[in-house]
């Protein structure tokens, strides 16, 4: 590692690292880029390193000055590293859904933080964006970053985040097909994702956007979308700002705030990274395009910033049932947990077999169900008590295909599915099909989950 001159020196050069465990053997590769592991603690070092610098070089900040900006917290953590280092002052606004780990740890760098109401327009003078302007109007000689509409927002990703991420590939020898970031302000994806579509035009940019925020509606329809409230910290917004720059985008994710916070989670118990909620926001959708592109693909996801910012939010247990996210029943792990990491022998058919085909299977393997495969996908069930009936009813005969008593499947899960919702399909059918990508990797039924849940 090489020796610094002061902290500022040591932003960028996070890792990125493989994820192993949340994306399965036929997915597409996913890298997480490890933003969190920057000094302050998340991507925005970078943007304020870089509009600060700018600032200072062209006289925008003056010697003993103050800087004011509207801030979740983590924009604001790299303001205060870099005046700390610098020798400025620095006021803040913070909406009051943000974590008081982010308040005290702004405060512990000298910052003053003002914290604004969450639940009001961003027109209003209530805002943290109108109280911010107000400050800076009454601070003579003030300066504000205004990361929202900041083009040099833009530039610090362009020319900072994109190269790394494309140097950290190439010395990999990987390519790259997605880029999937959280939208906030919009910085990292105009910037980075634009950067990166030209390095590698095959490459998608995807935004990741909360439910409750106006990004997703624009993208799709070039209209604003009514803005409710959500729990997730540092993404989506209520209004569009200058930062954000649609045209790089290939398409738009949503997340609610459950998935978001179940995803940070997993991502801390099953990958070993810390992270905020909006990287499990990011995950989620990552996760998802894995699924879809496939294996030989590859995939970046930046994780924003650390979870040590949420120990007492969506990290606490208490927090999420009093919140609404906990689910009991979420805490008995997947399928694959059920299967205990077991290759299952699964005796199939096609829809041309005959019954009597299926009922030799049936009888010689001790089962009352076979799934119907069409090559390697499945496509419907055989059950043994349709087909006796159509027998005893004599509108099926042991010669005839099984095609004609065959029935929908009700239900079909992924080896990360929890095996709480096992309940509600078993409520439908009597075996729920576990898949692997587009194969058939397990069937489930009652009897499974009654002697797991026995042996725990």
């Known amino acids: 590692m090489p020796v610094f001159q002061n902290i500022l020196q040591a932003i960028g050069r996070t890792p990125m690292v493989r994820l192993n465990k949340l994306v399965g053997s036929k997915d597409a590769a996913v ?50 590293l870099w005046a700390a280092v610098k020798g400025y002052r620095c006021v803040f606004t913070m909406p009051d859904k943000m974590s008081s780990e982010k308040v005290n740890a702004l405060k512990a760098f000298g910052a003053e933080v003002v914290v604004t109401p969450t639940n009001v327009p961003a027109e209003d003078p ?49 390519t790259l097909d997605a880029f999937v970031s ?16 030209e390095k590698f035009p095959q490459s998608k940019n995807i935004g990741v956007d909360p439910e409750g925020s106006v990004y997703l509606d624009y993208f799709k329809t070039g209209k604003l979308s009514q803005p409710h409230v959500y729990k997730v910290e540092g993404i989506g917004e209520d209004m569009l700002c200058k930062a954000m720059d649609f045209g790089v985008l290939d398409d738009v994710r949503r997340v609610d705030d459950k998935q978001s916070f179940f995803g940070a989670r997993r991502l801390a118990r099953e ?62 792990g997947t399928v694959s947990d059920l299967l205990g990491g077991k290759k299952r022998e699964v005796y199939t058919v096609t829809p041309k077999d005959s019954a009597k085909h299926a009922v030799d299977l049936m009888k010689r393997h001790g089962i009352s169900q076979l799934p119907v495969l069409d090559g390697a996908k499945p496509v419907a069930m055989l059950h043994e008590v349709d087909l006796l009936q159509a027998l005893i009813e004599g509108r099926h ?54 002697e797991w849940l026995a042996a725990r």
């Not at 890298?31 to 006289?59: H, T, V, W």
């Not at 040099?152 to 010395?171: C, S």
């Not at 909006?278 to 996801?301: D, N, P, Q």
């Not at 069937?443 to 009654?450: P, S």
């Open 271 to 332: 990958e070993g990274l810390f992270a905020g909620g909006s990287s499990g926001s990011a995950i989620h959708v990552a996760v998802e395009v894995a699924l879809e592109m496939g294996r030989g693909k590859t995939i970046v996801v930046t994780l924003p910033d650390s979870g040590s910012r949420y120990i007492t939010k969506f990290y606490s247990d208490e927090w999420m049932k009093d919140n609404g996210f906990f689910d009991p029943t979420d805490r008995m």
């Open 182 to 197: 959280g939208l906030g302000t919009g910085g990292t994806m105009s910037g980075a994702g634009k950067y990166l579509k």
């Open 397 to 450: 005969k042991l010669d005839d295909a099984v095609s004609a008593v065959m029935k929908p499947i009700s239900g079909i899960v992924t080896l990360r599915t929890p095996v709480s919702r096992l309940r509600e399909l078993f409520a439908k059918d009597q075996v729920a099909i576990v898949k692997d990508g587009d194969d058939l990797a397990a069937i489930v039924t009652k009897i499974d989950l009654i």
């Open 126 to 174: 209530r805002s943290y964006y109108e109280t911010a302007k107000r400050i800076h109007r009454e601070a003579p000689g003030s300066f504000m970053l205004n990361q929202y509409h900041n083009p040099d927002n833009i530039e610090a990703h362009y020319k900072l985040t994109g190269p790394e991420i494309e140097d950290d590939l190439r010395k990999a020898g990987l």
């Open 31 to 80: 890298y997480a880029k490890c933003e969190f592991m920057n000094p302050g603690g998340s991507i925005k070092d970078r943007m304020a390193l870089y509009i600060l610098d700018k600032a200072e070089r062209e006289g925008r900040i003056k010697p003993g000055g103050t800087i004011v900006e509207n801030t979740s917290g983590n924009t604001g953590m790299g303001v205060a």
